[in-house]
C-alpha cells in the first residue's frame, strides 16, 4: 500500500490571553527570530503535543535585515 504525504490543512485557533502574556509571547518570538505561530507551536510540542518540526517554521519568506555598517 502507497502512502501519501498530504499537506494538512491549517485552522485558525482563537484564545484570549492577558495583554502581558501576549507581550511576552512577542518578546520571546523577537529574542529568538521566530514569529508569535512559531513561538506558540514550540509551545505545545513542548507539552505533548504532537506538533512536526516542518511547521516549526516562519512562513512569511522574509529575509533577514541588514543593520547599519553590517552586510
Not at 492577558?18 to 520571546?28: E, F, G, N, T, W
Not at 516549526?56 to 547599519?68: A, C, F, Y
Amino acid at each position: 500500500m502507497t502512502t501519501r504525504l498530504r499537506t494538512k490543512r491549517e485552522v485558525p485557533i482563537q484564545v484570549m490571553v492577558p495583554s502581558d502574556v501576549r507581550k511576552q509571547i512577542a518578546l520571546i518570538g523577537i529574542e529568538n527570530g521566530e514569529n508569535i505561530r512559531t513561538v506558540v507551536l514550540r509551545a505545545l510540542k513542548a507539552i505533548g503535543v504532537d506538533v512536526p518540526d516542518s511547521l516549526l517554521v516562519d512562513r512569511r519568506g522574509r529575509r533577514e535585515r541588514k543593520t547599519n555598517g553590517s552586510e
